[in-house]
């Protein structure tokens, strides 16, 4: 894995919810990102590279001791990344038992000539339904933790049949998906 340097990565997430009975499908929303990046320089003693991405923009990231081919990174190597992003929704009603809570993940290796490897979290927890703002449209949730959190929702129709006191399944997962490319 490949962590920025000095820095959390941090991703938003912007929930869009859609009225659902139980017994319905979930409701998915995802996204792919993806982006190319040159090795300019390699620090083998601190497990830090330098690169530059197809603006010219370069940084320094710290490669964690997970990733086991590192000696195998040279300079001028192109780091091809796909970021993976979705987010499953389940509405359930009052009175019902709450969904699994908790984060998982997982590191796994490529198996090509070249470095690659994919890292993967997901998390699931399920939140109450606090009010619902139908001019706004948005809607306020409780975490299971107790914190109170208001979120936009990006379309009206979605908050058709949701009410005070339903419950919402949400499950969040992540992927990164990085290898290496020696195109002469």
Known sequence: MIIKSAAVLTVAMCVSLAAAES??????????MSSTATILAIDSTAR???????????DVYTVGPEVQRFNELKIGDSVKTT??????????????MPGPTGTSGAVTSGTGALPSGTL????????????????MPSITVT?????TVTRKV???????GVNVGDMIDVTYTRAVLLSIDRTP
Not at 120 to 135: H, L, P, W, Y
Not at 154 to 160: G, I, V
């Open 23 to 32: 017994g319905q499908p979930a409701i998915t929303k995802g996204k792919a």
């Open 48 to 58: 830090m590279i330098t690169l530059r991405d197809s603006s010219g923009l370069e």
């Open 83 to 96: 970021y993976y992003e979705s987010t499953v929704l389940q509405i359930r009603k009052a009175g019902a």
């Open 120 to 135: 993967g979290v997901q998390e699931k927890m399920t939140v109450t339904v606090k009010s619902i703002d139908q001019s």
């Open 143 to 147: 975490t299971p933790d107790g914190r």
């Open 154 to 160: 990006e379309d009206k129709k979605n908050l058709e």
